[in-house]
Nanobody, 126 residues
Framework: QLQLVESGGGLVQPGGSLRLSCAAS????????VGWFRQAPGREREGVSC????????NYADSVKGRFTISRDNAKNAVYLQMNSLKPEDTAVYYC???????????????????WGPGTQVTVSS
């Protein structure tokens, strides 16, 4: 069964950091770009970042550029999202998903991705 599972979420104060992990089971991530998304209550799912299969390229939403860093370890079949300088508006459920191709799409749109994990809650609050 193809499955992604996110972990690493939690409650953090503004300005703090979290590192999210996305682990795959039942298939290898080696040949696929992987994206991170988030969805806050009452809002549409938003593309946050994407990394190519070989990690030679990545893109970010404007709202997280300079604060978030995506990375991957194909040996561990995992993708990570390092989130620094967190803001209350970063509060959301964060998801990872797989793109069918090696390179990220120009736009990190949820309809370009599949095999969604259940998500991990990130809450930024004092």
């Amino acid at each position: 069964q193809l499955q992604l599972v996110e972990s690493g979420g939690g409650l953090v104060q503004p300005g703090g950091s979290l590192r999210l992990s996305c682990a795959a089971s039942g298939f290898t991530l080696d040949y696929f770009a992987v994206g991170w998304f988030r969805q806050a209550p009452g809002r549409e799912r938003e593309g946050v970042s994407c990394i190519s299969s070989s990690a030679d390229s990545a893109n970010y939403a404007d709202s997280v550029k300079g604060r978030f860093t995506i990375s991957r370890d194909n040996a561990k079949n995992a993708v990570y999202l390092q989130m620094n300088s967190l803001k209350p508006e970063d509060t959301a459920v964060y998801y990872c998903a797989v793109h069918s191709f090696e390179n990220c799409p120009t736009q990190i749109r949820s309809d370009y991705f599949a095999a969604w994990g259940p998500g991990t809650q990130v809450t930024v609050s004092s």
